[in-house]
């Protein structure tokens, strides 16, 4: 079992390696001069002289990788031009709004999606079921720019019932969360719902039923808690699609997150900021995912012997 | 209910497909300034209003659906390309060669897809075809998984043995004895591939780093409503149902696809 742990996080670390050298090579991909790109046309030479200097342009590309994989081990993530502030100083401020924005909506996808899963498997085939899994097919399908919005238009603009913007207490967190939620609240409920109808043809699930169990009890006690194990790697699969999500919802909704400093970064052409973003989400979802395989194989011991 | 589910999407997508073909046969003009109609309500001068340079909300619908039409092919054609020709590569190749074009497909996916996508768009600069890059720099290693999955589990097959007995070149047996049976579940991904970029399109444009103003994409026209949407709320609502309709319809037909073609692949 240990050797299958060193595997796994021996790759992780590859990865982490391999991701911080695309996220190097990123500045590298802006098309003609990225030091004219920040400071434009009318900057004065020695400016961008300075510039290249402080980015370390003016290395060799061997010297430049290996000067900011040191800088990193460092935590040093460079200087925000565009701000004025140590980058890592900027991300710290940023990280606690992502973090419970991510985790709102997390939470609000699990409280859809499992109920709905569930009963959408224990009416398999009725109305019921169809409906929900077309409400499901409708949340795929809805991009979380549009819904966004519209739940602004909605709620905040038509009732006034949230604000339109801002992160300003627990009900400016309210539309944010179920702009991000939705999409992974879609794709829960369909897993839920197949990992539950998959469940019920067990043998033990025959057993309790003859042993004259309620059918809640059979269903909540036997059915989803070993339902559960799939629909959690799913999560963890899924959380790539919520950092990014993020990136645009809190765009729409002005929330104070890592993704939207990115967007401003890009806005400000602040590469610095741009790489320094990419790598920490990049990083929590490699982080994540690991940690998420981990728990996986420590839960079920089929997997720890294999 | 079976039938619907299959006509209705396949009605849908030819509206699609038909508005892009007969856009430039119409008299559109999408980006008319016409500052008396700034706003104007969706009625008979104009079927779904103007927005806020009083261009037609209609036109620009047509000339966006070009435009996720166009990303959402390219984006697919490139990336499948892409993806087969390195998955196909590595399953052939075998040894450190795999080992090695593995890990480089792990990398890719360790980054939340859009995330990776809106850096690229946005350090490459705003335009149709850095958005079709970028998107398909993400979307290759789907193709490249699946393609190297089934090619390993198809290679020990014995009419691929007698081919390579025969003599036969590596690309003639990945395009001929490989590819054809690898086809179907390459194929639901494309369909998926095909919604995920139209949503991924329309979100670059959204965030200013897809196509440029004056041209439409239904991304950016959501984006340029957002303000005017107490007093013009059709400027969000048209753009975004087409957005919608045309993804539930593509994903409507890759679950239908994939029941057919009774392939069996993860919603991831």
Redesign the interface.
């Known amino acids: 079992m240990f050797d299958a742990f060193a595997a796994r996080i021996g790759s992780a670390v590859l990865v982490v390696l391999g991701v911080c050298t695309l996220v190097f090579l990123l500045i590298h991909l802006v098309p003609g001069d990225p030091v004219e790109a920040m400071l434009g046309e009318s900057a004065r030479p020695a400016d961008r002289a300075a510039m290249r200097q402080a980015l370390g342009l003016d290395r060799p590309l061997s010297e430049q990788y290996l000067t900011y994989l040191g800088r990193l081990v460092r935590l040093d993530l460079g200087q925000s031009f565009h701000y004025q502030q140590p980058v890592r100083v900027l991300l710290a401020e940023r990280i606690p709004p992502t973090l419970e924005l991510t985790a709102a909506a997390l939470a609000l996808a699990l409280l859809l999606a499992v109920p709905l899963g569930v009963m959408a498997a224990r009416h398999r085939g009725d109305a019921l079921d169809s409906g929900a899994m077309s409400f499901s097919l409708l949340g795929i399908s809805v991009p979380n720019f549009w819904l966004g919005p519209v739940l602004i238009l909605v709620f905040s603009l038509w009732l006034g019932w949230t604000p339109v913007s801002g992160r300003d207490g627990a009900l400016s967190l309210v539309l944010p969360a179920l702009t991000l939620g939705t999409a992974l609240a879609a794709v829960l409920a369909r897993m839920v719902r197949s990992s539950v109808l998959e469940v019920l043809g067990e043998d033990y699930v025959r057993t309790a039923r003859a042993k004259g169990l309620s059918e809640a009890a059979v269903l909540w006690r036997h059915a989803l808690r070993n339902a559960w194990l799939p629909v959690l790697t799913l999560v963890g699969l899924q959380l790539g699609g919520l950092l990014g999500g993020a990136v645009i919802t809190e765009t729409v909704f002005a929330w104070p997150g890592v993704g939207s400093l990115l967007v401003e970064a890009i806005q400000s052409r602040d590469y610095p900021v741009v790489q320094a973003c990419v790598l920490l989400i990049s990083l929590a979802y490699v982080l994540v995912n690991t940690l998420t395989d981990l728990a996986y194989a420590w839960v079920d011991p089929r997997i720890r012997a294999g | ?1 079976q039938n619907l589910r299959t006509w209705l999407p396949l009605g849908l997508l030819g509206l699609w497909a038909i508005a892009v073909l007969a856009a430039p046969l119409l008299p559109l003009s999408p980006n008319a300034i016409d500052l008396p109609g700034i706003l104007a309500e969706p009625g008979s001068d104009s079927l779904l209003g103007n927005d806020d340079l009083g261009r037609p909300v209609l036109d620009r619908l047509l000339v966006g659906a070009r435009t996720s039409l166009f990303v959402g092919l390219g984006v697919v054609a490139l990336s499948s390309l892409l993806g087969v020709l390195v998955g196909g590569f590595a399953a052939l190749a075998g040894g450190w060669v795999d080992l090695a074009l593995v ?2 497909i ?3 996916l ?7 996508a ?3 768009a ?4 705003p335009g149709i075809e850095n958005v079709i890059i970028a998107l398909a720099t993400v979307g290759w290693v789907g193709y490249a998984r699946l393609a190297r999955a089934q090619i390993l589990s198809l290679k020990q097959r014995d009419h691929v043995t007698a081919a390579l007995a025969l003599g036969a070149r590596p690309g003639r047996i990945l395009r001929v004895h490989l590819l054809p049976l690898a086809m179907a579940p390459l194929i639901v991904e494309a369909t998926f591939g095909m ?1 995920g970029a139209v ?1 991924a399109e ?2 670059l444009s ?4 897809g196509v440029q103003p004056p041209d439409a994409s239904w ?1 950016s026209m ?2 340029d ?2 303000g005017y ?2 007093v013009a ?1 059709h400027l ?2 048209a ?2 149902v087409a ?2 309709l045309v ?2 319809s593509v ?2 037909l890759g ?1 239908g696809l994939r029941d057919r073609l009774d392939v069996r692949t993860g ?2």
């Open positions: 209910m890990r480089v792990d990398v890719f360790a980054f939340p897809g859009i995330l990776l809106i850096a690229l946005g350090i490459m600069g919604a949503i329309a979100g959204f965030l200013g780093l991304g959501i984006r409503g957002v949407m107490l709320p969000v609502l753009p975004g957005i919608v993804v539930l994903n409507l679950d919603t991831d």
